[in-house]
């Protein structure tokens, strides 16, 4: 089997962290299948789609890794949802609903009080030719439902009828159609909703494995219903667990919770992004990794869990922060020179490891351009001026530090921290960072004779 995968957004916000979990899914099963993986945009929503929105989708999903094999819009591809509406309506499958939303809830309320399922009772059925003339010539147009197969011979008797299926994440699972009102497939002003189109396309383009979020477990059922009815293939299932906030609530675009597009901007590396997201949730460990590739050799579906992850950006800095400490200079040389540091792998290596994000890196470099402004005790003047008394001869090298401590040792008798911070609060101003054995060569004699000076008042 050619394994294809779909990833479906709406354009009608920036996709956040719990968005990308299922983009990530099927990519890595793509990955790990040598299949196909279809970018489809869902913006049959005309009001609140926006080329916008679908570009940054696009630009977020690359900033990950995801390089899709197809992309298409769906409001690109009406004219085969209008024919997909004529063939259901050719077999009886679905049928045109007059009632407004008020009168429709009404409904559900009195079946409720009759301790009955608040399901649609499928009057329209019962419509003759004229009751539909009549309801039309009010004003009304009608919206337009998919007649469930959960009915033997008489439709106004639907009986339990039970959809099976193996779930990838969830292994055996069943809905049964008799407890399911039949799905509106398109709205009174003409637009289709997801149900019809999304099959249609998965129909389309062979789609073979659907990987998505568990809050689509029902409308599986009512899928597999209209993929045979439209004469598809029934495609794998495979439902994974949602990711919820650190406090357990789930994400939304409308209020731009951790979106990509913010993560990104704050300088979080796609790897971290990409295996918090993944692994959160899971019986694998969240563990640092260099490429997609690397994630998706490990990729099981069936290690999902059923209960819902936390996706906390705790222990997404935590985990950026340990694949910034192992990013070698030629991976990122163009980065540092884009935030104005010019390429010097000593540098990097220098300070690395006190980098939470890569463009921390900037503020270091400030402790080598300056100013700075100097911390110094008042204890300490002496010995900083016995400091600048004893400092190597030019050119420095990587050397330079450990000759210039060794004299100061030798003329102080300070030794161990009351040696080293008293130097590093003079010429950085701060008392934590990078070694200084690495900077001082890239500091240069000057600023730090400027420095010593200026801590001493000299």
Request: one cysteine or more; proline letters at 5%.
């Amino acid at each position: 089997m050619n394994t294809v995968v779909r990833f479906a957004p709406s354009p009608t916000g920036n996709i956040h962290i719990g968005n990308a979990r299922p983009a990530l899914f099927n990519w890595l099963f793509a990955l790990k299948t040598g299949g196909q993986f279809i970018l489809r945009f869902d913006d049959t929503d005309r009001v609140r789609s926006t080329e916008e929105y679908a570009a940054n989708i696009a630009a977020d999903l690359s900033w990950l890794g995801i390089r899709p094999h197809a992309s298409f819009r769906q409001s690109d591809r009406l004219d085969r949802y209008e024919a997909a509406k004529a063939d259901l309506i050719a077999k009886g499958l679905l049928y045109p609903c007059y009632e407004t939303a008020e009168e429709l809830e009404y409904a559900r309320k009195r079946r409720l009080a009759r301790h009955l399922p608040p399901i649609y009772d499928r009057a329209a059925l019962k419509l003759t030719d004229a009751d539909r003339a009549r309801l039309e010539g009010e004003g009304r147009q009608p919206h337009w439902r998919f007649l469930l197969p959960n009915f033997d011979g008489d439709p106004l008797s639907p009986s339990r009828h039970v959809v099976h299926w193996q779930d990838l994440c969830r292994g055996e699972e069943t809905v049964d159609l008799a407890s399911l009102s039949d799905p509106v497939l398109i709205r009174a002003d003409g637009t289709y909703l997801y149900t019809l189109t999304s099959v249609v396309d998965d129909i389309d383009t062979s789609v073979t494995h659907i990987i998505r979020g568990g809050d689509h477990i029902t409308n599986t059922g009512v899928q597999m219903a209209l993929f045979e009815a439209l004469g598809g293939t029934v495609p794998i299932f495979a439902h994974h667990n949602l990711l919820t906030d650190a406090t357990g609530e789930g994400f939304s675009k409308r209020t731009g919770s951790l979106s990509l597009r913010t993560l990104r901007a704050d300088g979080y590396e796609p790897q971290a992004v990409a295996s918090l997201a993944v692994n959160v949730g899971t019986s694998h460990a969240v563990e640092t990794i260099r490429s997609l590739d690397e994630l998706a050799a490990d990729f099981d579906l069936a290690a999902v869990s059923r209960s819902s992850a936390r996706f906390d950006p705790s222990e997404l800095k935590t985990l950026n922060a340990r694949i910034v400490h192992g990013l070698d200079f030629s991976t990122v040389r163009k980065r540092l020179t884009d935030l104005g540091i010019p390429a010097h792998p000593a540098f990097w290596q220098a300070v690395k490891g006190n980098c939470t994000r890569l463009s921390d890196a900037a503020e270091w470099w400030k402790l080598i351009t300056g100013p700075v402004t100097s911390l110094v005790d008042e204890s300490d003047r002496e010995f900083l001026e016995a400091a600048r008394d004893v400092l190597p001869p030019e050119p420095w090298t990587d050397d330079s530090f450990r000759e210039w401590t060794t004299a100061l040792k030798a003329r102080t008798g300070r030794k161990g921290r009351d040696l080293f911070l008293p130097l590093r609060k003079a010429l950085t101003g701060l008392d934590h960072g990078p070694e200084l054995a690495p900077l001082l060569p890239l500091i240069g004699a000057k600023a730090v004779r400027e420095r010593l000076s200026t801590a001493t008042g000299g």
